[in-house]
């Protein structure tokens, strides 16, 4: 009797650790989700110890599943122009700053197009220049023209006024002599016909008077129309015309496709967009002749990208993360915020938020789909390196 009571109580002793453990289970497994957690638009560090503490004296309940530390954001670059890669800087893995210099991409059509807008360039200035040259020419032949109107209306002038000055200097001597014969006449000296011829010659003066007047006035009138249409085609000579704006606007538009064609060589220099590591894009040869894919070909010189379609990634190193893949039966327990707490597989421990969670799953080929889940990790990133294996347990909602 006494040696089953030693019995009784030795698994007594043996069975309480065990009674309590589940007692403890159940009572965790009770407990609410009413946990709530600020918005994830911070930077890494943030409050890095306040989430030490948070995660250190937390005992709910916590998911915990594998994953890799990864860049948070892969910056895709793509090819300014089509056209064949002549000089490749970087390998896959290359670490770059911002503004490094990534690739030449040797583009034909450019340099083509490049040599056109000179040629083009050169024909409108040497168009404009023969039609400037030509309009100096006439421009001096207007000009001469009008210095020699305005000459012979000058001289005009004077030869016209001395004709008339000997027409009056004619007339007052037709005068004088009519009035002398006008006196011997009434001192019986001449005879009446004397007078009339005298008096028909004073007729013939004032006519030749009034005619030369009026020859003057003609002429002078009729030279200065002429001084002045050849001011007028000076004038018009002197101000740009359609002709000329026409080689102005041909120039400006050549120099225009000039530079833009040199843009778009320059264009052809890749640059990083930001710091980061650079990732190849695996890529197929595409026959862009007809249809299929050649098979795949490593990035280098010779390779051939087309304008707009990425060829490589920068990986941003500023910024780190894990992402993992969460089962379908868990994906429900997890929301955008939530705090976790990173294993790596070095031995560094880290902290992080839910940063996205995809919306869409996929199928693994091995059991139940899963939904991609990135952890922003929040701990300052000294001695993380991209691609160590890490272990996330996700503080779940109490």
Not at 171 to 182: K, N, S, W
Request: proline share 4%; glycine share 6%; net charge positive.
């Amino acid at each position: 009797m006494k040696g089953n009571s030693l019995w009784i109580l030795l698994l007594a002793v043996l069975m309480l650790p065990l009674v309590a453990s589940g007692g403890w289970i159940i009572v965790k497994g009770s407990r609410g989700h009413s946990y709530n957690l600020d918005d994830v638009s911070y930077t890494p560090t943030e409050n890095h110890r306040e989430e030490q503490n948070e995660m250190s004296d937390y005992d709910g309940d916590v998911l915990t599943l594998p994953g890799v530390i990864e860049p948070l954001e892969y910056i895709p670059v793509a090819a300014p122009t089509t056209g064949r890669i002549s000089l490749l800087k970087v390998r896959d893995g290359s670490k770059v700053t911002k503004g490094s210099l990534l690739c030449i991409v040797e583009d034909a059509e450019a340099r083509k197009e490049i040599d056109d807008a000179r040629l083009a360039y050169a024909r409108a200035v040497e168009a404009q220049r023969k039609a400037d040259e030509s309009r100096k020419i006439d421009i001096e032949r207007k000009q001469l023209a009008l210095e020699t109107a305005q000459a012979e209306l000058e001289n005009y002038k004077a030869q016209a006024s001395l004709a008339l000055e000997d027409a009056q200097a004619a007339l007052e001597r037709a005068q004088r002599d009519l009035a002398e014969y006008q006196a011997l006449y009434h001192a019986k000296a001449v005879s009446g016909q004397e007078v009339r011829i005298r008096r028909e010659k004073l007729e013939d003066a004032r006519r030749l008077v009034e005619q030369r007047q009026a020859a003057q006035n003609a002429g002078i009138a009729s030279r200065e129309k002429a001084v002045e249409q050849a001011k007028l085609d000076l004038r018009a000579l002197t101000m740009p015309d359609e002709s000329t704006r026409a080689n102005a606007l041909a120039v400006s538009n050549a120099a225009a496709e000039l530079a833009l064609s040199r843009r778009r060589l320059v264009n052809t220099r890749v640059h990083s967009p930001a710091t980061g590591i650079v990732r190849f894009i695996a890529r197929s040869s595409t026959n862009r002749a007809g249809p299929g894919y050649l098979p795949l070909e490593a990035l280098g010189p010779g390779v051939r990208v087309y304008e707009g379609e990425p060829f490589l990634l920068i990986a941003t190193t500023d910024r780190a993360c894990v992402r993992i893949d969460v089962s379908e039966s868990k994906i429900a327990l997890l929301r955008t915020g939530m705090k976790a707490e990173i294993h790596a597989a070095s031995g560094q421990k880290l902290y992080g938020r839910i940063f996205e969670m995809s919306v869409s799953n996929r199928n693994t080929g091995r059991g139940p789909n899963v939904f991609p889940v990135t952890i922003l990790i929040t701990s300052p990133l000294r001695n993380v390196r991209f691609g160590m294996t890490a272990d996330v347990s996700i503080r779940l909602d109490k």
